[in-house]
């Protein structure tokens, strides 16, 4: 345990200590959107944070391939070929820099997907790919070398633009992320202490999965106090491309751990898991992601064309500040995550379920008490956030900065967001970028 601390530790320091770094940068080059005669906002708020998230990665890379420990493990690992840090390295650079020429210039969406597509080729290449289906009656079905190549790219572009589109508020991105990544942290190392670890040398608590999901964690921790509402940078599609590339890597390593001569009708639930797993920590991205390519479709626009319709969107429009929406999102994160990794690590114990129920309604009568409580007051209702409301805490300062440049304007004007008119402003007055 002190081997993942350390390595999440030096990713976060590397990570926390750059981002001023490269602000500078990326103001120096202009990556940052211009400030216009109709935006509200003084301050122009850099792109590029990936860049600082980036090097945190490989700096914990690079110190866990120095301990002992750690470096017999990625070399033991029967996925890798003693090169997962290679691969990671190789894979997160053509990530970094397709997002680093979006985030400057701007790319088209074609050519980011290929970018994505041959990212996901490098892991391929490096034979980190999914190795097998589980059947419902406990089986699994093998793939061949055909199918999985298929199959792991398949899923790498996807968790990479389910990220991408999520990464609309400040913080938001990064903190969903961090949940998931503990997440996996978690089944990874519960799942190195069973018999269902398989490795060519005696099981051991230091795992691949876990080791890729500890330096994540470590990204996102570093790079969030820079990030959270106010943010001073945006870590940008380098950024939110990179974690989502991270996250699907250290998921599919879990799937070639697994020793299936040992699942029963009792334990067969860990062996599903690392399919549910992907699904489950990362479910509102991968809602947010197929909402959102229904609607543009069915309106004959492109699955990439900007639009206000994402969930963080919706939240603030019935009257959540932009941290509590944060908020919210980070709970429903956490609630998923929570319940699958539970029910594998502790079994599937009865109470779980109706706990679940519960948790969610909760979240739930959150997400509508702005609403409800606009509903009852009529036209004397206080606005959320104002004054008296009890929502000081959430209230963002004026002048301070939110998505892309956006300025947060004060209790009784709202928040303006990426693409979202601040509450009571003109209807021209938008945020300064494009939303996802």
């Not at 429903?332 to 079994?347: D, E, I, K, N």
Request: net charge neutral; hydrophobic share 50%.
């Amino acid at each position: 345990m002190r081997e993942y601390l350390l390595i999440a530790l030096v990713a976060a320091a590397v990570t926390y200590l750059l981002v001023p770094l490269v602000r500078v940068f990326a103001l120096r080059i202009g990556a940052a959107p211009e400030i216009r005669e109709r935006d509200v906002h003084t301050v122009r708020t850099p792109r590029l944070g990936g860049l600082a998230m980036y090097a945190g990665m490989l700096a914990g890379l690079f110190v866990a391939t120095k301990l002992p420990h750690l470096g017999e493990t990625l070399a033991a690992t029967e996925i890798g070929d003693g090169n997962t840090a290679l691969a990671l390295a190789l894979a997160g650079g053509i990530i970094v820099v397709t997002g680093f020429f979006d985030d400057w210039w701007g790319l088209d969406a074609f050519v980011k997907l290929v970018g994505q597509i041959a990212a996901a080729g490098v892991l391929v290449a490096f034979k980190l790919t999914i190795l097998w289906i589980p059947q419902p009656n406990g089986g699994t079905i093998s793939l061949d070398d055909t199918l999985r190549t298929i199959i792991t790219i398949l899923v790498v572009v996807v968790a990479i633009n389910a990220v991408n589109f999520v990464d609309g508020l400040d913080g938001l991105a990064a903190g969903i992320v961090c949940i998931a990544a503990m997440a996996t942290f978690v089944y990874s190392l519960a799942l190195s202490q069973n018999s269902f670890v398989t490795t060519d040398h005696e099981p051991t608590r230091l795992n691949v999965p876990a080791i890729i999901a500890a330096i994540l964690i470590g990204m996102c921790l570093g790079f969030l106090p820079h990030n959270f509402n106010p943010a001073k940078i945006f870590m940008g599609d380098t950024g939110a491309m990179l974690i989502g590339l991270v996250l699907a890597s250290s998921v599919v390593t879990v799937t070639g751990r697994v020793d299936y001569s040992g699942i029963t009708e009792i334990n067969r639930f860990p062996v599903v898991l690392p399919v549910l797993l992907p699904v489950a920590v990362m479910v509102l991205p991968l809602m947010d992601l197929l909402m959102a390519v229904v609607r543009r479709t069915s309106q004959g626009l492109s699955p990439f064309a900007p639009d206000r319709g994402h969930l963080h969107h919706r939240l603030l429009q019935i009257g959540h500040s932009h941290r509590r929406t944060v908020l919210i999102m980070y709970a429903w994160t956490f609630l998923f995550a929570a319940s699958v990794v539970g029910m594998s690590v502790g079994g599937v114990p009865l109470i779980l379920f109706p706990l679940t129920v519960l948790l969610a309604l909760i979240v739930l009568v959150m997400m509508a008490l702005p609403l409800w409580r606009s509903g009852r007051g009529g036209a004397h209702a206080r606005p959320v956030g104002g004054p008296g409301s009890g929502d000081a805490g959430d209230t963002e300062r004026p002048g301070a900065e939110t998505r892309d440049g956006a300025e947060t304007r004060g209790a009784t004007q709202g928040t303006a967001v990426r693409g979202l008119p601040a509450q009571g402003s003109p209807p021209d007055a938008r945020a300064s970028a494009t939303t996802r």
